[in-house]
Nanobody, 116 residues
Framework: QVQLVESGGGLVQPGGSLRLSCVASGFLFSDFDMSWYRRAPGKQRELVARITKNIGVTNYADSVKGRFTISRDNDKNTVYLQMNSLKPEDTAVYYC?????????WGQGTQVTVSS
């Protein structure tokens, strides 16, 4: 059974940090490009960051460049999103996403709230 399980969300003050984790199971993690998306209240889902399957090339939304870092550990079947200097506009549900020629999978999401 394919699963993507996110964790690490929560409530943080502006300027704070959080680290999201997404543990994958049920498929060959190393064959998949991994991404983090988010959906803020009243807005469409948007791509936050992506990391490729092989050499780990990364790309980021302009709104998070320099503040967020995506990484992966293929031995642990896990992708991370380190979020620093958080802003209220980063408040959203964050989703893990896996994509390859063999299929695509979504996690259930984890809530991140940035508020004082």
């Amino acid at each position: 059974q394919v699963q993507l399980v996110e964790s690490g969300g929560g409530l943080v003050q502006p300027g704070g940090s959080l680290r999201l984790s997404c543990v994958a199971s049920g498929f060959l993690f190393s064959d998949f490009d991994m991404s983090w998306y988010r959906r803020a209240p009243g807005k469409q889902r948007e791509l936050v960051a992506r990391i490729t399957k092989n050499i780990g090339v990364t790309n980021y939304a302009d709104s998070v460049k320099g503040r967020f870092t995506i990484s992966r550990d293929n031995d642990k079947n896990t992708v991370y999103l380190q979020m620093n200097s958080l802003k209220p506009e980063d408040t959203a549900v964050y989703y893990c996403y896996a994509l390859s020629l063999y299929g695509e999978y979504w996690g259930q999401g984890t809530q991140v709230t940035v508020s004082s």
